[in-house]
């Protein structure tokens, strides 16, 4: 049998039989509450499936991992990753996956470009989201990654009803998604939280090298915008730019 376009699996979530059955249901009366108890016994009646460390269980199709990177810097956007696969993905098309931070950065284009080659192929899906610097000044750190994850589920048409969400850290999905985990250092425990923070951590990286040009006088293509001493000393001399977080540098002002 032809396998169908994972892309294709994704969308349209709308159009499920089970979904609009759901649907139906809520018409007639069931409380938000009644909703999410019923569907919380339905997960947990299925048979598990293990996929990395986590179990997952029969009902869901696609495994989605969620993390961030960009959270300290002193300048520039908080970039937030989600990386979808099929609950029978096979990750030996991207060896090497772990956590970000302890990669180097050659290993991480390494692997941003499989996944890229993947998306194209259909074999899983991504998206990345970056948050910018004047939000997280308007709103706060914690409002922007929140607005990250909505962005991004949104943008990748994520149906509840057939996902399991793994996020990193503190992090959490919306609500509706109600099979979802929260994992203390997920991104070196599980592999698609793993490649979530990759994606993230390559995409503002290469951002920030890009922005660089115009801000010559701080040499974000070394340091990325983290608060290093050679950033520091830039901000001592040049005072801050647009492009920094000024609710993060409040003894350059």
Known sequence: MKRKN??????????SAELRKVRGKNKVGFSPVE??????????????YLLGHKEISQQCRFCVG???????????????????VQRDFDWTLVPGVNDSKKLTEKKREVIFLHAQKLKKSGKLNYHVSLVSASHIDRYGISHAIRKGIADGIKKLALNPEITKVL?????????????????IKGDAKEKII??????????????????AKKYPNYSFEIHKGYGTKKHCDALERHGVSS???TSFCKRFL
């Open 6 to 15: 994972f892309s294709k699996m994704v969308k349209n979530p709308s159009g």
């Open 35 to 48: 909703k999410k108890s019923r569907q919380a016994r339905r997960y947990s009646r299925v048979t598990p």
């Open 66 to 84: 969620i993390d961030e990177a960009g959270r300290g810097p002193l300048a520039g956007p908080v970039s937030i990753g989600i990386a979808v």
């Open 194 to 211: 793993g490649l979530a923070s990759i994606m993230a951590k390559v995409t503002r990286d290469r951002y920030m090298v890009q922005v």
């Open 167 to 183: 996020l990193d850290g503190s992090l959490k999905a919306p609500e509706i998604f109600l099979d979802q985990e929260t994992i």
């Open 243 to 245: 492009l920094h977080r």
